[in-house]
């Protein structure tokens, strides 16, 4: 228990954490109280973050390198072919960064570490079944295979091995199990990385759908496929709508989230860089001059980030007096 407390390892199984967490229920301010049954309705928010966990850790194994330590979002699969850049949008850390935080935080986007150790050799001889399969069960990981159709430019073949995990998770475990959604999640980033991102945008919509019946309209993972279908329309043209859809979505995430956290401050910056692609530097200019306010205080006004968005926003703000300018000259001129 101390070893998990400070985050030298985590739970290994659901058992293990189940056992963890009705041994902390019974106790009830210092005295020794019954430990709640296995069925106990306190016991479900747990076995809900385990899925979640597990979810996030299946995303971790697809990814091929890890964001930087700042960044909220997963790093989608980059366009392929030659000349093919580093995608600009740093996006959410979730699935690729151990977490060292509580399992028990809706809103953290971390994951606890993948164990090996003593843990994952216990059985609890007394487990539900149920809770044993979903703890253990897993599918082949076809991430590589995808990655290298999609690099090598067989766009067709990666696609199929997308569509085949999602299947195959599906069968597994159900057409709503965070697993399935999970592929369903990386089939969008799949296409994006073959250049469709169009048809990436079409594919969150319906993942968003179930994961609002699911999950709730707030729950971190709907909110993040809400930040996915914004970037990827940007992406597909509609600058103008992914900032207005990235502007809906800062509401959402500073009220559930906080103003201050991780995911909400990539979206305010997110917002600037959209309204600035639309030709909007005033409107860039503005979230960039709320935004540095919040970085300052937080990280400090020489933080590398705090730095990179002041000089964005000195940059939209010359480039928005340079339009104004121009405007007001065209209309004496007209």
């Known amino acids: ?17 189940l056992w963890l967490v009705r041994t902390l229920l019974s106790y009830d301010d210092g005295e020794e ?14 076995r809900e973050h385990w899925n979640t966990l597990e979810a996030l850790r299946a995303a971790a194994r697809r990814r091929p390198a890890l964001p930087p330590a700042d960044t909220p979002e997963p790093q989608a699969p980059q366009p392929a072919g030659t000349g093919a850049t580093a995608d600009p949008i740093a996006l959410y850390a979730a699935a690729e960064a151990p977490a060292r935080g509580s399992i028990g935080n809706d809103h953290d986007d971390r994951v606890l570490p993948h164990v090996t150790g003593d843990f994952a050799e216990e059985r609890d001889t007394g487990a539900d079944p149920d809770d044993r399969k979903a703890a253990v069960h897993s599918l082949p990981d076809h991430s590589e ?12 073949k990666a696609l199929e091995l ?45 993942l ?66 959209w309204r600035g692609k639309a030709g909007d530097f005033a409107g860039a200019a503005a979230a960039l001059s709320e935004l540095v306010h919040i970085l300052e205080r937080r990280m400090g006004p020489q933080a590398d980030r705090t730095v990179k968005v002041r000089r964005e926003l000195a940059r939209c703000s010359k480039l928005a007096k340079r339009h104004a300018f121009v405007d007001r000259l065209l209309n004496k001129i007209t």
Not at 164 to 193: C, I, M, S
């Open 1 to 17: 228990m101390s070893e998990i407390f400070t985050g030298r390892r985590g739970p290994a199984s659901l058992d293990r954490l």
């Open 208 to 273: 968003l759908a179930v994961r609002r019946r699911v999950l709730g309209p707030e729950h971190p993972d709907t909110l993040r496929t809400r930040y996915f279908i914004a970037v990827y329309r940007g992406e597909a043209g509609d600058a103008t709508g992914a900032a207005a859809e990235l502007a809906a979505l800062l509401s959402v995430r500073r009220e559930v989230l906080g103003p201050e956290h991780t995911d909400t401050l990539r979206t305010w910056e997110e917002i600037a860089a």
């Open 145 to 156: 295979s995808i990655m290298a159709a999609a690099d090598r430019g067989d766009h067709q």
């Open 162 to 206: 997308a569509a085949a995990a999602v299947e195959e998770a599906t069968d597994h475990f159900g057409p709503e199990d965070p697993r399935a959604l999970t592929e369903r999640e990386y089939l969008a980033h799949t296409k994006r990385r073959i250049g469709d991102a169009v048809g990436a945008a079409a594919e969150m919509d319906e």
């Open 33 to 46: 109280v019954d430990p709640p049954e296995r069925r106990d309705p306190r016991l479900q928010p747990w």
